[in-house]
């Protein structure tokens, strides 16, 4: 099993569709997890962090569930500007290394007019 | 606002040859990190360095991969013979003490021939 499974899509959308994605982790170790935009052939952005209790900022919110291990990113009124690769990342606790990440393969967003 | 920042953009270098990637993290993080993403594939870690030393790498970064902050402000990856499956986007990453979120580097394109 990949260590973090993302759905490739692509999903297109019309503007103001609300869209979501999963992402599923293997390591129940895993301790911080994150949604980064990527456009092409540019570096990952950080969209959000995920935590426990979910979070909301503006559009987007973010859940995570420990039990089932996913996390989950929803767009509401998804806008033209929304296209892009979403790509999940996660940490796992303790380890040697601070911050290293472990990212999904992504999911293609499309948002047509 | 500080950024990441990477030279070259793009390098293209023949197979076999050495490759110097330069990266200048944001000026007071203390975590920096290599990534690289083959087109079309997931971005994978590859190595992260702390305090002068490396902290953690995958099993991607062998003996060819070498990494160095030879100032105060530089943080080089270093390829020794260049292979055709090196070709892909390499990004720096770096993070700041108590920090979550990593800060990307645009990347540089290396194309081996």
């Known amino acids: 099993r990949k260590e973090v499974e993302q759905d490739p899509g692509p999903f297109n959308v019309p503007e103001g569709a609300t869209v979501a994605f999963n992402c599923t982790y293997s390591?129940?170790?895993?301790?911080?997890f994150f949604w980064y935009r990527q456009d092409c052939r540019k570096e990952p952005k950080l969209l959000m962090s995920?935590?426990?209790s979910g979070n909301e900022d503006g559009r987007f919110t973010a859940q995570l569930n420990r039990a089932s291990q996913y996390i989950s990113l929803l767009i509401r009124d998804s806008k033209l500007s929304d296209s892009a690769t979403y790509l999940c990342?996660?940490?796992?606790?303790?380890?040697?290394?601070?911050?290293?990440?472990?990212f999904g393969q992504g999911t293609i967003l499309t948002v047509h007019p | 606002e500080p950024e990441v920042t990477q030279t070259p953009s793009h390098q293209v270098t023949q197979m076999g040859q050495e490759v110097i990637l330069r990266c200048v993290p944001i000026?007071?993080?203390?975590?920096f990190y290599w990534y690289r993403q083959i087109l079309g594939q997931k971005v994978e870690f590859l190595v992260s360095?702390?305090?002068?030393?490396?902290?953690?790498k995958s099993e991607i970064f062998d003996d060819q991969f070498s990494v160095e902050r030879p100032d105060g402000s530089n943080f080089t990856l270093k390829i020794r013979s260049t292979k055709l499956e090196d070709s892909a986007m390499y990004f720096c990453?770096?993070?700041?003490?108590?920090?979550?979120?990593?800060?990307f580097g645009p990347g540089t394109r290396l194309t081996v021939t």
């Open positions: 995920v935590y426990s």
């Open positions: 990342a996660v940490k796992k606790a303790g380890g040697t290394s601070y911050g290293k990440l472990t």
């Open positions: 000026s007071n993080h203390l975590y």
């Open positions: 360095f702390y305090n002068n030393e490396i902290s953690e």
């Open positions: 990453a770096s993070l700041a003490s108590g920090s979550y979120e990593q800060y």
């Open positions: 390591n129940s170790a895993s301790q911080s």
